[in-house]
């Protein structure tokens, strides 16, 4: 059985910096995957936000995450990273974890198992 757990959410001004993170346990055995942080702001689609390739943690990033944050994966604590710096009111969304096997990294479409969302928002 396949679980995702984030955290790490809560409320900053804009500027400001947080650290999301996902813990991933996984009920069967796979060398590499891919993880993505996915994010959906009230009335908008989910979004992908950053993805990373467990084998070597290569990174994707959407335009709007691009040298603002970072995605990590540590495989000795089996556990997904997402730093996000200078942080903006349209950054305040519900953010996701999620893991599989996609064939496009920061298409939410594509991943099959997600984890139960941490807010994040941001004031000005």
């Known amino acids: 059985q396949v679980q995702l757990a984030e955290s790490g959410g809560g409320s900053v001004q804009t500027g400001g910096s947080l650290q999301l993170s996902c813990a991933v346990s996984l009920g069967y055995s796979y060398n590499s995957y891919h993880m993505g942080w996915f994010r959906k702001a009230p009335g908008k689609e989910r979004e992908g936000v950053a993805a990373v390739y467990t084998a070597d943690n290569s990174p994707w990033y959407a335009d709007s995450a691009k040298g603002r944050f970072t995605i990590a994966y540590d495989n000795a604590k089996r556990t997904l990273y997402l730093n996000m710096f200078r942080l903006k009111p349209e950054d305040t969304a519900m953010y996701y974890c999620?893991?599989?096997?996609?064939?496009?990294?920061?298409?939410?479409?594509?991943?099959?198992?997600w984890g139960q969302g941490t807010q994040v928002t941001v004031s000005s």
């Open positions: 999620a893991a599989g096997l996609p064939a496009r990294v920061l298409d939410p479409h594509e991943y099959n198992y």
